[in-house]
Nanobody, 124 residues
C-alpha cells in the first residue's frame, strides 16, 4: 500500500497556473501507475491525467489536453500536475490515485490508493 498526500491547490484567476504535487510514502510510487482525478459536489469523480510507472507514457483527458501536464520524479517519490490556462470549469477537488497494476485506466474504480484531495478554485 502507498500513502498519497496532495498539495498545491488554491485560488487562482482564470488564465493562471497552478502546480499540484502528490507525495507518496510507503511503497515507492515508481511501482505504480498514478493518476489525477477531480470531483465537484454531486458529480462523479472525473479522470484528468495518468502516467505510467516509468513516466514514459502519459494520458490526458480531452478537456485538459494542451493545458495540463502530468509528470513524475521517482527519485522524489512525487507526481505533479502542471495546470496552465486555467478556466472556471476546472474548479474542483483534485485527487491523486495510484494503481497496483499495469495500464492507465480512466475509471476511478481501477485505482487502489487515494489521497485526501486538494481544492482548486478558478475565479472568472
Amino acid at each position: 500500500q502507498v500513502q498519497l498526500v496532495e498539495s498545491g491547490g488554491g485560488l487562482v484567476q482564470a488564465g493562471g497556473s497552478l502546480r499540484l504535487s502528490c507525495a507518496a510514502s510507503g511503497r515507492a510510487v515508481s511501482s505504480y501507475a498514478t493518476a489525477w482525478f477531480r470531483q465537484n459536489p454531486g458529480k462523479e469523480r472525473e479522470f484528468v491525467a495518468a502516467i505510467n510507472w516509468g513516466g514514459g507514457m502519459t494520458k490526458h483527458a480531452d478537456s485538459v489536453k494542451g493545458r495540463f501536464t502530468i509528470s513524475r520524479d521517482n527519485a522524489k517519490n512525487t507526481v505533479y500536475l502542471q495546470m496552465n490556462s486555467l478556466k472556471p470549469e476546472d474548479t474542483a477537488v483534485y485527487y491523486c490515485a495510484a494503481r497496483r497494476d499495469y495500464g492507465m485506466p480512466q475509471n476511478h474504480w481501477d485505482y487502489n490508493d487515494w489521497g485526501q484531495g486538494t481544492q482548486v478554485t478558478v475565479s472568472s
